[in-house]
């Protein structure tokens, strides 16, 4: 009698080992992953979303304007300006931070291309959009809005150092902003004539009528 449970419970277990075979092939064939693959792939997957490519390294806006005196030692700091918080100067509030923080944070424009720089510009140079004194940077961080200075430095600058900083931003934010314009456009050099032949071997002799030909 015990010999005949123990068979019975050894068949039972080998049809339940049969079901689950045939439930990860079927699940295998469907493209569905074992229940035990899932705590593993799933981090897995979101770690590499996470993390950055390789090669590819990370820009911090807020650090960008200490690069932009570096190329560009002649560009008005105007960080005179007293915080709000502590009382005393603040130092790295700086025209080039607020620059770049007005660009991306208060008009959402894209840092990597030419023509949204130029917009900024206007927007101080006051020929596109107004400049709005309750969001510009600075605007409760500083006891003063340096929005009117910041507006009146900007547009005493001439087209060629406008050009000069835009260039610097556009770079910063892309440093293969040269890499994908493509070769300039270049001119063919139109070919230059050949020199005339010339006649190998003495003239000919004067032939009888040609002097008939000089009459016409």
């Given at each position: 009698?015990?010999?005949?449970?123990?068979?019975?419970?050894?068949?039972?277990?080998?049809?339940?080992?049969?079901?689950?075979?045939?439930?990860?092939?079927?699940?295998?064939s469907l493209g569905i992953p074992p229940q035990g693959d899932?705590?593993?792939?799933?981090?897995?997957?979101?770690?590499?979303?996470?993390?950055?490519?390789?090669?590819?390294?990370?820009?911090?806006?807020?650090?960008?304007?200490?690069?932009?005196?570096?190329?560009?030692?002649?560009?008005?700091?105007?960080?005179?300006?007293?915080?709000?918080?502590?009382?005393?100067?603040?130092?790295?509030?700086?025209?080039?931070?607020?620059?770049?923080?007005?660009?991306?944070?208060?008009?959402?424009?894209?840092?990597?291309?030419?023509?949204?720089?130029?917009?900024?510009?206007?927007?101080?140079?006051?020929?596109?959009?107004?400049?709005?004194?309750?969001?510009?940077?600075?605007?409760?961080?500083?006891?003063?809005?340096?929005?009117?200075?910041?507006?009146?430095?900007?547009?005493?600058?001439?087209?060629?150092?406008?050009?000069?900083?835009?260039?610097?931003?556009?770079?910063?934010?892309?440093?293969?902003?040269?890499?994908?314009?493509?070769?300039?456009?270049?001119?063919?050099?139109?070919?230059?004539?050949?020199?005339?032949?010339?006649?190998?071997?003495?003239?000919?002799?004067?032939?009888?009528?040609?002097?008939?030909?000089?009459?016409?």
């Open positions: 009698m015990a010999g005949r449970q123990t068979m019975m419970q050894w068949q039972r277990k080998g049809q339940a080992v049969a079901w689950i075979g045939v439930g990860l092939s079927l699940g295998l899932l705590p593993e792939v799933l981090p897995r997957a979101a770690a590499q979303e996470v993390s950055p490519p390789q090669g590819r390294q990370r820009v911090d806006p807020r650090q960008l304007w200490r690069q932009v005196y570096e190329r560009l030692p002649d560009f008005p700091l105007e960080n005179q300006y007293i915080s709000a918080e502590t009382g005393e100067v603040d130092p790295e509030n700086t025209l080039a931070s607020r620059l770049i923080s007005y660009h991306l944070y208060v008009k959402n424009r894209l840092p990597m291309f030419r023509l949204d720089w130029k917009l900024t510009l206007a927007d101080y140079l006051g020929v596109l959009e107004e400049l709005d004194e309750s969001a510009y940077p600075g605007n409760g961080v500083l006891q003063e809005n340096p929005m009117v200075g910041d507006r009146e430095i900007l547009s005493q600058l001439n087209r060629q150092q406008r050009e000069e900083l835009i260039e610097v931003l556009v770079t910063l934010f892309n440093p293969n902003y040269h890499n994908i314009q493509g070769p300039t456009r270049q001119t063919t050099p139109q070919a230059t004539p050949p020199p005339p032949r010339t006649p190998v071997g003495p003239p000919p002799l004067p032939q009888s009528g040609d002097a008939d030909l000089l009459k016409l």
